[in-house]
């Protein structure tokens, strides 16, 4: 099976960076996903990473080091709308390519 | 907007009920994938088709089922429903088959209650 850990809740001041950690153990790592989640709404996908390094895509970066099991998401220059979950998701394929999402991260953005 | 379409938005039943919900992909996508969010659960998910035919498995009760259609809609079906049933259900689709850096698109979910 998998095991994904993240942080259950975090707060950030607006303007400033947040990382936002998450650990895994999976026997055929296949790749690892961010998503963002409001609260009752749909999960919409923000990053991706198979390789080791980061991926940057504007404000938001991810990080992957396959040999810690480790991957961040960073998230700069903070806006309120950041406020949020965020999942991080790992695709095994020794389990038929499926993704195994983390408890996700609730991120709230003070003023 | 994620181009994936989930009906109804909001179901509310009684225990030992049956339920079907209903969820069109995005355009070009052959992968339909349901999942269930509570909220002592986090993101769980369900089952997989591709292009119609059954693809993965994950932790699907026996009361539940679902299939692939030849116009790729899928349905889900919730039978002999039970209080703990109650739950955010997401139907997400994706161009091929999950490999590679294919991202998973979400549709806006269906909130099931059961009363």
């Known amino acids: 099976g998998q095991n994904i850990d993240q942080p259950t809740e975090m707060t950030a001041t607006e303007g400033a960076i947040v990382q936002i950690n998450c650990t895994y153990q999976?026997?055929?790592?296949?790749?690892l996903f961010w998503y963002q989640q409001h609260a009752g709404e749909a999960p919409t996908f923000l990053s991706y990473?198979?390789?080791?390094g980061l991926e940057e895509k504007g404000r938001f970066s991810s990080f992957l080091s396959r040999s810690k099991g480790y991957s961040y998401l960073l998230l700069k220059e903070l806006q309120m709308k950041d406020s949020a979950s965020y999942l991080c998701?790992?695709?095994?394929?020794?389990?038929?390519?499926?993704?195994?999402f983390g408890g996700g991260t609730r991120l709230m953005v003070k003023p | 907007d994620s181009g994936v379409t989930q009906t109804p938005k909001h179901l509310i039943t009684a225990t030992g009920q049956r339920v079907t919900l209903r969820c069109s992909p995005r355009?070009?996508?052959?992968?339909v994938y349901w999942y269930q969010q509570s909220l002592d659960q986090g993101l769980q998910f369900l089952i997989q088709?591709?292009?119609?035919?059954?693809?993965a498995k994950g932790n699907i009760l026996e009361r539940f089922s679902a299939q692939q259609f030849p116009d790729l809609h899928s349905e889900l079906n919730l039978s002999s429903l039970e209080l703990g049933d109650s739950a955010l259900y997401f139907c997400?689709?994706?161009?091929?088959?999950?490999?590679?850096?294919?991202?998973?698109?979400f549709g806006d979910g269906t909130r099931l209650s059961i009363l």
């Open positions: 997400a689709s994706s161009v091929g088959q999950g490999g590679a850096g294919q991202p998973q698109h």
């Open positions: 999976t026997s055929g790592f296949n790749g």
């Open positions: 990473n198979v390789l080791d």
């Open positions: 998701a790992v695709r095994d394929n020794n389990a038929g390519n499926m993704l195994t």
């Open positions: 355009s070009g996508d052959l992968s």
């Open positions: 088709y591709y292009n119609g035919e059954e693809r």
